[in-house]
């Protein structure tokens, strides 16, 4: 199968910026989009940002102009660059994407999350 495993979460103060990483691995034959989501305790999860295989981006208006999302098609990685972080930035964050998988008797869409990194904006 395949799993997305995200990296880079960390405590900052406000007004930093960190690098979110989120590498697939797997049986992977291809993806399709990859996107940014987050999810703040007692709140619902919600998108951050999305990119296409053609890098076609999409963002939540909170954090249009503070945000950046990239991917490395080669190494099945999407990045996102986040900077001026606010105190209301802090949450777990979790990459997804659209993944087609391999499988003995062909292939299948299998829509991936990953477990999370946690973004601590503090001062």
């Known amino acids: 199968q395949v799993q997305l495993v995200e990296s880079g979460g960390d405590l900052v103060q406000p007004g930093g910026s960190l690098k979110l990483s989120c590498a697939a691995s797997?049986?992977?034959?291809?993806?399709?989009?990859m996107g940014w989501y987050r999810q703040a305790p007692g709140k619902q999860r919600e998108l951050v940002a999305t990119?296409?295989?053609?890098?076609?981006?999409n963002y939540a208006e909170a954090m249009k102009g503070r945000f950046t999302i990239s991917r490395d098609n080669a190494k099945n990685t999407v990045y996102l660059q986040m900077n001026s972080l606010k105190p209301e930035d802090t949450a777990v964050y979790y990459c997804?994407?659209?993944?087609?998988?391999?499988?003995?008797?062909?292939?299948?869409?299998?829509?991936?999350w990953g477990q999370g990194t946690q973004v601590t904006v503090s001062s």
């Open positions: 797997g049986n992977i034959f291809s993806i399709k989009d």
């Open positions: 997804n994407a659209e993944i087609t998988v391999v499988q003995s008797v062909g292939t299948i869409i299998q829509d991936t």
């Open positions: 990119i296409t295989s053609s890098g076609s981006t």
